[in-house]
């Protein structure tokens, strides 16, 4: 029995509960993204994909700060006004442009990299994993920005999955795509700036 399209589905449903979690802004969203970034680096790694099967693990790891960080945001919140909402921060012009520097020394060199280790979609796996690790950490400092970065970066991540032919995560990277199109608006709509963040 071939266990792969069992093991995208698992990846499809904890990645569509992880989305649901992110848009309310739920610290439940960071466990369910430890169990989610650790089956899709799984399944990225059989694809021989090995930029995105080390982004999800990158994934786990900035899900223990995220939660860290929401957690003393929250606190923060709480203690200060006596009411809880979605907390954003402001992008600052230091992170703008380390962001940009790192997008493009980050997908150069990885790019060449995974070339190496004969990455069957080096380029695009490359660009896709710099960029969604910029939006991870934006989200675990609140920019509520980081969800124009998923747009991007889930539609083209959908597209290599396609070429790939994991229909199952391409369906999962289309839902991510069009949530962080939901979530770009909730968050403007329902979140208040707490403080500039670098």
């Known amino acids: 029995m071939d266990w792969k399209p069992a093991f995208e589905i698992f990846c499809l449903v904890t990645g569509v509960a992880y989305l649901l979690l992110e848009i309310g802004q739920k610290n439940a969203m960071w ?12 399944m990225f790694g059989f694809e021989r994909l090995y ?5 999800n693990i990158y994934y786990v790891g900035i899900s223990i700060y ?15 006004t006596e ?9 600052s012009a230091a992170l703008l442009g380390i962001s940009a520097a790192v997008l493009v020394a980050g997908t150069a060199a ?12 080096s380029l695009l796996d490359a660009g896709v994993t710099v960029l969604s690790a910029i939006a991870t950490w934006w989200l675990s400092r609140s920019i509520p920005h980081q969800w124009l970065l998923w747009i991007v970066a889930d539609a083209f991540t959908a597209w290599m999955c396609f070429r790939q ?14 949530s962080a199109i939901y979530g770009w608006y909730h968050w403007k709509r329902k979140g208040k700036y707490i403080d500039d963040a670098l």
């Open 165 to 178: 032919g994991m229909y199952w995560m391409t369906g999962l990277y289309l839902a991510y795509a069009a």
């Open 31 to 42: 466990f369910v993204g430890i169990v989610t970034g650790a089956a899709c680096a799984v």
């Open 110 to 121: 990885l790019w060449w990299i995974l070339r190496l280790l004969g990455d069957p979609a």
């Open 83 to 91: 009411e809880e909402y979605l907390h954003l921060r402001k992008p």
């Open 66 to 80: 995220g939660l860290w960080q929401w957690r003393k945001d929250a606190v923060a919140i709480r203690d200060a």
């Open 51 to 55: 930029a995105s099967m080390g982004l």
